[in-house]
C-alpha cells in the first residue's frame, strides 16, 4: 500500500473533524461569524491558533464569490499547509563521515522504544548497517524490549553499564570499528517536568559530542499524535535540553487529533521526519508533506 493510500487511512478521524464541518459552512451565507467558525474548525483538529488563524483568512475570500468553488478552497489551504510543512528538509541528515548518531527523545507511553526499532528496520531496508544503543538505562524494560527488537530485525545492540552516556561512548567504538552507517540512540523515557533526568540528556548530547565530533546528527523526538497540542508543552521542554532536529509522530491512526503534529512541528522549526501508521514493524514511513496535507482533504 502506498504512503499515501496508509497516511489517508490513518488521518480518517482528523479529516472528517475538518472536511465535514466545512461542508456546512460551506453552504451558507457569509457573516459575520463566518471567520469565526472556520478559525473554531480548524482549532478544534488541533492546528493551533496561529495556523487556524492564516487558514481562516485564507479560505474567507473565496467563501465569499458566487457561487463558492469549493476545490479551489481546498486546494488554496492545502498549498499553505504544503508550505507550512516543507520550510525545513525532512531528508535525514548524514554525517560527512563516519556514522551518523540519532538520538531518539520522548516521554515514556510515546512509542519511543517501538520507533527505535522501526527506525532500525527501515534504514536496514536502505542497505544501511545499523548499531542500536540501549541508553535507556533507568528502564530495565525498554533494553529487554529493544534486545527482542535487535534480534528479530537482525541489527546489533550495545547494552550494558547503568550510565547512558557509557552505552552511548561504547556504541560510538562499536560503530566506527564495524563502519556502521548509523547508531540509534535510545535515551531514558522522561517527563519533561523531571528536570534531572533532562539534565541527564545534556550530558548524553556532550559525551556524544566529544567522543564524535558533531554528534548527535539527529536529535528526534517522539509525538504522540493522540495527545493533540498538550504534546506542546512536553517538545517545548525538550528542545531546550536537547534541541530538536526532526519529529517522528506515533500514534497516528485511530487520533482526530492528527493536526497537532502540524503545528508543533512549525512552531519548533523541526520538521516531521516519519510517521507510524500502526503497530507493525513496517509500518512507519518517511514523511512526504504533499501526501500528508492531501490525505487530510481528499
Known amino acids: 500500500m502506498s504512503f499515501f493510500s496508509r ?4 488521518l480518517g478521524k482528523t479529516r472528517s473533524a475538518i472536511t465535514s464541518k466545512l461542508s456546512g459552512v460551506f453552504g451558507k451565507p457569509v457573516d459575520s461569524e463566518t471567520k469565526q ?3 473554531e474548525i480548524f482549532f478544534e483538529a488541533d492546528l493551533g491558533a496561529e495556523l487556524s488563524l492564516e487558514l ?6 473565496l467563501l465569499k464569490k458566487e ?12 498549498k499553505r499547509l504544503i508550505e507550512a510543512l516543507s520550510e525545513k528538509s525532512s531528508e535525514v541528515t548524514w554525517a560527512d563521515e563516519g556514522p551518523t548518531i540519532i538520538f531518539v527523545v520522548g516521554v515514556n507511553g510515546s512509542g519511543k522504544t517501538t520507533s ?3 527506525l532500525g528496520y527501515f534504514f536496514k531496508s536502505l542497505h544501511k548497517k545499523v548499531i542500536i544503543a540501549a541508553a535507556d538505562t533507568f528502564r530495565a524494560a525498554a533494553v529487554e524490549q529493544l534486545e527482542a527488537w535487535a534480534k528479530k530485525i537482525d541489527v546489533d545492540l550495545i547494552k550494558g553499564s547503568k550510565d547512558p552516556a557509557a552505552v552511548i561512548f561504547d556504541a560510538i567504538d562499536s560503530a566506527l570499528a564495524k563502519k556502521a552507517d548509523v547508531v540509534l540512540v535510545d535515551t ?14 545534556e550530558k548524553m548530547r556532550s559525551v556524544c559530542a566529544k567522543k564524535l565530533p558533531g554528534a548527535p546528527h539527529e536529535v528526534w523526538l517522539t509525538l504522540d499524535a493522540s495527545l493533540g497540542q498538550n504534546a506542546l508543552d512536553q517538545a517545548e521542554v525538550f528542545n531546550d535540553y536537547a534541541p530538536l532536529t526532526g519529529l517522528i509522530v506515533t500514534k497516528l491512526d485511530g487520533s482526530s487529533k492528527g493536526g497537532a503534529s502540524i503545528s508543533i512541528s512549525r512552531k519548533l522549526g523541526a520538521p516531521i521526519k ?3 501508521l500502526g503497530e507493525g514493524i513496517d509500518d512507519f514511513e518517511s514523511f512526504d508533506a504533499e ?6 482533504f481528499s
Do not use: C, H, W
Open 56 to 61: 481562516s483568512e485564507l479560505a474567507l475570500p
Open 7 to 10: 497516511i489517508k487511512s490513518a
Open 37 to 39: 467558525k472556520l478559525e
Open 116 to 118: 527505535i526499532a522501526k
Open 291 to 296: 501526501d500528508f496535507t492531501n490525505a487530510l
Open 67 to 78: 457561487p463558492v468553488d469549493e476545490a479551489a478552497i481546498y486546494e488554496k489551504l492545502e
Open 188 to 201: 531514558s523515557g522522561r517527563l519533561q517536568t523531571k528536570k534531572d533526568l533532562m539534565q541527564e540528556l
Open 274 to 276: 516519519f510517521v507510524g
